[in-house]
């Protein structure tokens, strides 16, 4: 899967794996730590803010979606910074520590306020880690043609990160020895309980991406080439054909993703209607990961020979219907197969849009250019669990669903009338913006 990927970019994707593992460890152990009663929410449970009354649930998704928006939005400064200097990896070094920090952090916070300001300093150090390291991988790629296949293996590892953590998390948190009740681990005769025990993991994670980077990953002299150039986020394209691609493409990853997130939300719903187990739940809601850890590789080297923008048009194309159906069928093994195929479309945008991006960003600094997807990717995964909860709530099971479908039809739309081919299918070489 992975021969004859450069080493810094595996590197670089174990990193990111290792990364990704900790960060969804604590989206599941989060909520059972401060519904656990370890966390003081005396005072802020019942109040009113702006007339909403404040319950647990809420103050729960506040912790959580405060890491994704922080995240997303310090990412286009970050990129910036870390073209205008060169130095992604001091960027990326800066943030696992931040992120370590505020994992270490939690077993000694009681207060609610002090366990939402560590989620907020491990978002910031995201916003480091995330467009340094991705820029890192578009820096290293020696020609275009290798650019969609090294995407797909860094998207791949950090997905087996991301979709298999919480699997590890729930071990860790239910596993070990009962003591009155409590799960502990004896660590060298030390009792360490289950929540302590994520929160390791979590700091692990940091710690083992820190020590890769550090010893294994240097700055390419291509990164300070950037510190000279116009470093804006354009929204129109330059030579006056309507809008930016990378733009347009930051458009269709933020409503791809939302439609990612619509899912997880509804777990109570879906399995009511579908009469299915937790189990099979979460097999529906890891269906989408899996099929992006098989098929990124592949597609983003094909992306290298054949061209990026075929694949993000028919990823939209397969997007739509498999959002739609989510939202009518009533068997659970075809709920599994939507989201298998939902999957699909991810995987058929994603990598390829990284490289479509990555191919331009030779123009305008890899930091800046990739951040506007990556950034993009983290808003749709923080607005969608939002939305699709008023969307039910507004509607009817089926509301959030056929909503994903016209935004991933929008998405088409503009990607298919916006966004231009970067590789001729001779050569692999760059060509300035053509038009198919």
């Keep these: 899967m992975v021969l004859g990927t450069d080493t810094r ?33 005396t ?4 109040s009113e803010l702006f007339g909403f009354v404040l319950r647990e649930e809420t103050l729960i998704g506040l912790v959580l979606s405060l890491f994704g928006l922080l ?23 800066t943030g696992l520590v931040l992120f370590a920090i505020g994992s270490a952090a939690y077993p000694f916070l009681s207060s609610y306020w002090a366990v939402l300001g560590a989620r907020a300093f491990q978002g910031i150090g995201a916003a480091f880690t995330i467009p340094a390291t991705i ?24 997905l087996i990160g991301f979709g298999f953590g919480p699997i590890v998390a729930g071990i860790v948190i239910t596993g070990g020895l009962a003591a009155e009740g409590v799960v502990v681990y ?30 294994l990953i240097s700055d390419p002299p291509v990164a300070a080439d950037a510190a000279s150039k116009d470093l804006s986020i354009a929204v129109m394209d330059p030579d006056g054909r309507g809008l930016d691609s990378v733009f347009v493409l930051g458009i269709g990853t933020f409503l791809m993703a939302t439609t990612i997130a619509l899912f997880a939300t509804l777990e109570g719903p879906i399995r009511m209607r579908l009469d299915e187990s937790t189990f099979m739940f979460s097999v529906q809601f890891a269906a989408v990961v899996i099929a992006n850890v098989l098929l990124q590789v592949p597609i983003g080297r094909a992306s290298d020979r054949i061209g990026r923008r075929p694949f993000v048009v028919a990823g939209f194309v397969v997007l739509v219907p498999a959002v739609f159906a989510q939202g009518v069928v009533t068997d659970p093994w075809l709920m599994l197969a939507a989201r298998f195929v939902q999957g699909i479309a ?21 930091g800046t ?20 909860g008023v969307l039910f709530n507004l509607g009817g099971f089926s509301t959030p669903f056929t909503v994903g479908a016209v935004l991933a039809l929008v998405a088409l739309v503009l990607t298919y009338t916006q966004v231009s081919e970067t590789l001729t299918e001779a050569d692999g070489r760059v060509e300035p913006n053509p038009q198919d």
């Design 9 to 41: 970019v595996l590197t670089l994707a174990f990193a990111r794996m290792a990364d990704a593992l900790g960060n969804s460890f604590l989206i599941i152990v989060l909520p059972l730590y401060i519904a656990s009663g370890q966390v003081t929410l």
């Design 43 to 46: 005072g802020i449970v019942g």
């Design 71 to 93: 995240n997303s939005f310090g990412q286009p400064f970050t990129g910036r910074l870390s073209d205008r200097t060169g130095r992604r990896r001091a960027f990326v070094l």
């Design 135 to 158: 820029a890192l991988v578009n820096d290293y790629a020696e020609s275009d043609s290798e650019r969609g296949g090294n995407f797909g293996v860094f998207n791949t590892f950090r």
């Design 186 to 215: 004896d660590l060298f005769g030390t009792a360490l309980s289950g929540f302590n025990a994520a929160f390791a993991v979590a700091v692990g994670g940091a710690l083992l991406s820190f020590v890769l980077v550090a010893v």
């Design 346 to 366: 991810v995987a058929l945008v994603f990598a390829p849009s990284l490289a479509l991006a990555g191919d331009l960003a030779g123009e305008r600094g890899s």
């Design 369 to 388: 250019t990739l951040s506007v997807l990556t950034m993009a990717f983290g808003l749709g995964v923080a607005v969608g669990p939002l939305a699709s």
